[in-house]
Structure formats: structure tokens, C-alpha cells
């Protein structure tokens, strides 16, 4: 059994950290918690409460300070992508009625993946992030 009880936070970067809370905020309900001023030392960074115990850490940096391209497995730094976990397909389908409005490039179709239902998307930085639930 793991000692862990899910996931705490995912430090993710953006260029414009406005647009990228402002689509975490439109698109699910993310609340800002937390906010360090940039110093020398440290980038511009703000908490943004997910739901569930789970926050996004997110780092204003440069833009050529995002790693690869984002479009090829490998080449979108350490982390590849994260899910956000939604209790059923109709709030997922509610979700993805949002994420273009909100600021999602690229929104995918719903689809079964195993026993969970799945939809891909782009944050507005290209990352890709997805949506699941139970199926």
C-alpha cells in the first residue's frame, strides 16, 4: 500500500502568468491560494487551488525558457503532461465546453481509455493536459 495519499501540486511554467491563471480560473473553477513576488532569486509564482487537495504551482518564466516544442513525447521537458481528474462524464463534458472559451488550443474528443473516459487538450502555453473520469 502507498504511503503517499495522491498528488499535493505540479509546478508547471508559463510566459504569461495572467493568461495561464486566468484559463486555469475560466476553464476549471482554480482558485489563487498563494503568491510570491519575483525576486533575484526566485520567478513570479502563484498556487492555484485545483479542487481535491491538488494545486497547481505555477512559475512565470521567459518564453525561451519553456523546454521543446511540446509536441512530440520526449520533447516536452521532464514533465510530459498531467491529467485533471473530474468525478463524471457529464462534468467532463461540461469541462470541455469551457477549455476554448477559456483559452484551450487544440480540445480533442472524449474518448474511453481502459475504464476511464479521457479528453486531451493544449493549455494556453501548448502544454498537453488532459481530463479524466471514472468510466
Excluded at 35 to 54: L, N, S, Y
Excluded at 58 to 65: G, H, K
Excluded at 69 to 76: K, N
Amino acid at each position: 500500500m502507498a504511503l503517499t495519499s495522491g498528488f499535493n501540486h505540479v509546478a508547471t511554467l508559463t510566459s504569461d502568468m495572467d493568461r495561464t491563471v486566468r484559463f486555469y480560473e475560466e476553464a476549471f473553477g482554480g482558485v489563487v491560494t498563494f503568491e510570491v513576488a519575483k525576486r533575484d532569486d526566485h520567478p513570479w509564482m502563484k498556487i492555484v487551488d485545483m479542487g481535491g487537495g491538488a494545486a497547481l504551482n505555477i512559475f512565470e518564466v521567459p518564453e525561451e525558457a519553456l523546454i521543446g516544442e511540446r509536441r512530440r513525447i520526449g520533447s516536452r521537458g521532464a514533465i510530459d503532461h498531467f491529467g485533471f481528474a473530474v468525478e463524471s462524464l457529464s462534468v467532463l463534458e461540461a469541462v470541455r465546453d469551457r477549455l476554448e472559451p477559456a483559452g484551450a488550443q487544440e480540445v480533442g474528443t472524449i474518448q474511453q481509455l481502459g475504464d476511464e473516459w479521457s479528453l486531451f487538450f493544449r493549455g494556453p502555453d501548448g502544454m498537453e493536459l488532459e481530463v479524466c473520469c471514472p468510466a
